[in-house]
């Protein structure tokens, strides 16, 4: 089992800016990409950002230019810098990460975190 846990949401003024952060613990020999996901209210959810382990990055087009993600891969972190944020910003984040166990025979996983909120809001 690998569990991966967000911390970083929050209630923030237009404009402003918040930093997510998601730590991924348990049986892991590799992770290959990190990233972000998220779902306002009914709507689907969908793709942030994600980096993967040789750090190629890939942006959604609503915030390529606002939104940053980077990874520590010795803590196996990934990181996600938002700013000049917009209402239309507001959803529960959620971290995802894909790669191999360190059980018998390397299993592949894929793991989300349980989510958090960020809030745009004056």
């Known amino acids: 089992q690998v569990q991966l846990v967000e911390s970083g949401g929050g209630l923030v003024q237009p404009g402003g800016s918040l930093r997510l952060s998601c730590a991924a613990s348990?049986?892991?020999?590799?992770?290959?990409?990190m990233g972000w996901y998220r779902q306002a209210p009914g709507k689907q959810r969908e793709l942030v950002a994600d980096i993967t382990s040789g750090g190629t990055t890939t942006y959604a087009d609503s915030v390529k230019g606002r939104f940053t993600i980077s990874r520590d891969n010795a803590k196996n972190t990934v990181y996600l810098q938002m700013n000049s944020l917009k209402p239309e910003d507001t959803a529960v984040y959620y971290c995802n990460a894909d790669g191999l166990t360190g059980d018998y025979e390397f299993p592949p996983f894929v793991s989300w975190g349980q989510g958090t909120l960020v809030t745009v809001s004056s």
């Open positions: 348990g049986r892991i020999f590799s992770i290959h990409t």
